[in-house]
């Protein structure tokens, strides 16, 4: 099975702030990676899909980036409703995967 | 809008079988690119895929899970289902129902969670 790799596991900024995350695959996925957002006690919700497609609807703020093994989710300007936790997910085999998570915090 | 909605028992007695529904509602489950799938959460812990089904019945388990678990869709009633047998306190777990769908078909031809259910405890315990 692919692993991804988030970091880091933890980060804590505040409002305004500009923060990255990054992702590591085990092997070359291509573009094949999402990234998704979740807030405590709700389901996940996606944000970026094909590396660096944003979903519609989804504030300009985020940003997606990297191919092959390497991937990184930046929010530039950082909103109070940004702080969440945020995973990985590759679409390129079976089983699909998800990052452990990076939990963002307000500082 | 397409909601997701599951169902099923909060309580499974350990080497039970834990049985979930998800009803489609607001759309319809007839595009044939559309996956149907089940992802579970452990408490204060990560994401891990279990399955997906396809509106023809093609599914793809997790291999980790393979052999305990059974996925089913029903176009007509628009609901799909998780069986998993063999339950212990390791699969006590949030569990959502979820679709994947293909975004962006211009390139290669990848599938995303676009919409989720809210999720359902399972607690497996005597």
């Known amino acids: 099975a692919i692993q991804l790799t988030q970091s880091p596991t933890s980060l804590s900024a505040s409002v305004g702030d500009r923060i990255t995350i990054t992702c590591r695959a085990s092997?070359?996925?291509?573009?094949?990676l999402g990234w998704y957002q979740q807030s405590p006690g709700k389901a996940p919700k996606l944000l970026i899909y094909d590396a660096s497609i944003l979903r519609s609807g989804v504030p300009l703020r985020f940003t997606g980036s990297g191919s092959g093994t390497d991937f990184s989710l930046t929010i530039s300007g950082l909103q109070p409703e940004d702080f969440a936790t945020y995973f990985c997910?590759?679409?390129?085999?079976?089983?699909?995967?998800f990052g452990g998570g990076t939990r963002l915090d307000i500082k | 809008h397409l909601q997701l909605q599951e169902s099923g028992p909060g309580l499974v007695r350990p080497w039970g079988t834990l049985s979930l529904s998800c009803a489609v509602v607001g759309d319809s489950m007839d595009n044939f690119r559309d996956l149907w799938g089940w992802i579970r959460q452990a408490p204060g812990k990560g994401l891990e895929w279990i399955g997906t089904i396809s509106t023809t019945g093609t599914v793809d388990y997790n291999p980790s899970l393979e052999g305990r678990v059974t996925m089913s869709l029903d176009t007509s009633t628009k609901h799909f289902s998780l069986m998993l047998t063999s339950v212990t306190a390791a699969d006590t777990a949030v569990y959502y129902c979820a679709r994947l769908v293909a975004l962006d078909c211009s390139g290669t031809c990848w599938s995303w969670f676009d919409s989720w259910g809210q999720g359902t405890l399972a607690t497996v315990s005597s």
């Open positions: 997910q590759h679409f390129h085999n079976n089983p699909l995967t």
């Open positions: 092997q070359d996925i291509s573009r094949a």
